[in-house]
Nanobody, 124 residues
């Protein structure tokens, strides 16, 4: 069955960096888009970044543009999110998700499988 396992979260000070990873299994990873989402307490889940099957098309939320970079390694079935210049407002639980098809999309409804998430906490 499809499994997505995130890692790399933690606690950092503002201005710091983290790299999240998401190991995928149970399906043909290279044939589907992937995305990162986050959810803070009391807030809706929001799209952070996503990319198409080959990585040629990307989407970033305005709040993370220029600071976060999404990438994928289709040989390793792994999705990454490099997060630089972290801010306290980036504090949330981060989830990776498998897209329903090949295109790069930002809405949670466009994704059909989700990992359990990894916590990112940024202190000021």
């Amino acid at each position: 069955q499809v499994q997505l396992v995130e890692s790399g979260g933690g606690s950092v000070q503002a201005g710091g960096s983290l790299r999240l990873s998401c190991a995928a299994s149970g399906y043909t990873y290279s044939m589907y888009s992937m995305g990162w989402f986050r959810q803070a307490p009391g807030k809706e889940r929001e799209g952070v970044a996503s990319l198409s099957t080959g990585g040629g098309t990307t989407y970033y939320a305005d709040s993370v543009k220029g600071r976060f970079t999404i990438s994928r390694d289709n040989a390793k079935n792994t999705l990454y999110l490099q997060m630089n210049s972290l801010k306290p407002e980036d504090t949330a639980r981060y989830y990776c998700a498998k897209g329903r098809d090949t295109t790069c999309l930002a809405r949670p409804v466009d994704y059909d499988y989700w990992g359990q998430g990894t916590q990112v906490t940024v202190s000021s």
